[in-house]
């Protein structure tokens, strides 16, 4: 079998209120990136003795950050909705979802957004999702 290539574009963003598996597919969304990162601690032990000990680590624990940019539209039922989590510090409920529809992470986040006015370029939003457990659930990365 031939190995195919997956458009990003084709990547898929949910949300919905926290707590709950997202299910509504937020559509302006520009740039998407799921970025996952491992803490290890070094457990490196003498041995016998009789040889130069070698470097030993293990994970301890796993860091998750989607970002994504957003066109600004009237009308568009998502943007409200993740500006009032941002303004209110309330979590909500994200699903992010490869070009071949597999889950890659599902969970509460918290919202960050940065507004964009560009002189010369649409309305913009750049938003950067923290994952919680503050939404009642624990939140789960299934691999990049």
């Known amino acids: ?3 195919v290539k997956q458009p ?3 990547d898929k963003l949910y949300h919905d209120t926290a707590g709950t598996t997202a299910a509504t597919q937020l559509l302006r969304i520009t740039d998407l990136d799921l ?3 491992t803490t290890f601690a070094e457990v490196t032990d003498r041995g016998d003795g009789s040889a130069v000990p070698h470097e030993d680590q293990t994970p301890v624990k796993v860091a998750v950050k989607i970002t994504f940019s957003f066109n600004e539209k009237t009308a568009d039922p998502g943007l409200p909705l993740l500006l009032a989590a941002q303004a209110t510090s309330t979590p909500r409920a994200f699903k992010y979802a490869n070009a ?3 889950t890659l992470f599902d969970g509460d986040c918290y919202v960050k957004a940065k507004k964009n006015a560009s002189l010369s370029g649409a309305g913009t939003y750049d938003f950067e999702l923290t994952p919680t457990e503050d939404g009642g659930r624990v939140w789960t990365y299934y691999g990049s």
């Open 100 to 102: 071949l529809g597999t």
């Open 8 to 10: 990003g574009y084709k």
């Open 1 to 3: 079998m031939t190995a």
């Open 35 to 37: 970025d996952a990162v």
